[in-house]
């Protein structure tokens, strides 16, 4: 299946890069481009793109509020933020994450690195990429930066549910998780779509949230 892409970018000519490095790959397919956050819904709204690759710093309408309202809206459903800039600083990741970005890449990601990030955000399994800002937003979030969140919200949670998001809060993948708890990756997917489901967490990386907001994860 094609994954279709919208581009929202403020920059011609980085538009013009990632177009060609997304079309280049045979799953992957550009199917609009804007240069603000307004052009990124109306075009949304037309397109039926499965990941908008976002920069932060637009005109008119920043990446962070274009995020919040695709993630507030019900006919965008299932659409992934993916974001994409220059500025990678800790606040502006935080803020993406609590935004509703299911990841975070710099500019100078190389084709492949972005091309896979497209993908892993398309099938909801996103943490945020690269490494490095994994600690950051665990750190901005332990903080408080977001707002308490109940930690009653845990209880709909099993024994085998909360040990997999507080790994998956530490930054492990599918694969390492499966690993440290002796199940399959398969399992492990299916606790993590249950906890997200039951925290009513639209994909992994707001299951990573809540998982800091609610004390089970630590920085």
């Not at 993916?82 to 994450?97: K, M, P, R």
């Not at 600690?135 to 709909?156: H, K, M, S």
């Not at 399992?187 to 992994?204: E, S, Y």
């Amino acid at each position: 299946m094609t994954i279709r892409v919208l581009l929202a970018d403020d920059q011609p000519l980085i538009r013009a890069g990632f177009h060609v490095l997304i079309d280049a790959a045979p799953d992957l397919e550009v199917v609009g481009e804007a240069a603000n956050g307004h052009e990124a819904l109306t075009l949304l709204r037309t397109t039926r793109a499965d990941v908008v690759v976002m920069d932060i710093r637009m005109p008119e309408l920043d990446g962070l509020e274009t995020t919040r309202r695709i993630t507030a809206d019900e006919h965008l459903a299932g659409v992934k933020v993916l974001v994409v800039t220059t500025f990678e600083i800790d606040e502006y990741v935080a803020e993406a994450v609590r935004a509703g970005a299911s990841g975070f890449l710099g500019k100078g990601v190389d084709p492949a690195e972005l091309q896979a990030a497209i993908r892993t955000v398309a099938l909801g399994e996103a943490l945020l990429s690269p490494k490095a800002t994994r600690a950051l937003i665990g750190r901005f979030l332990a903080q408080g930066t977001t707002g308490p969140v109940a930690p009653e919200r845990l209880d709909l949670l099993t024994q085998r549910e909360r040990e997999v998001v507080a790994l998956a809060a530490g930054g492990l993948s599918n694969d390492d998780i499966a690993a440290q708890l002796f199940v399959s990756p398969f399992t492990v997917k299916t606790h993590v779509n249950r906890a997200m489901t039951k925290l009513h967490a639209r994909d992994r990386a707001q299951l990573v949230v809540v998982a800091y907001q609610t004390g089970l994860a630590r920085s």
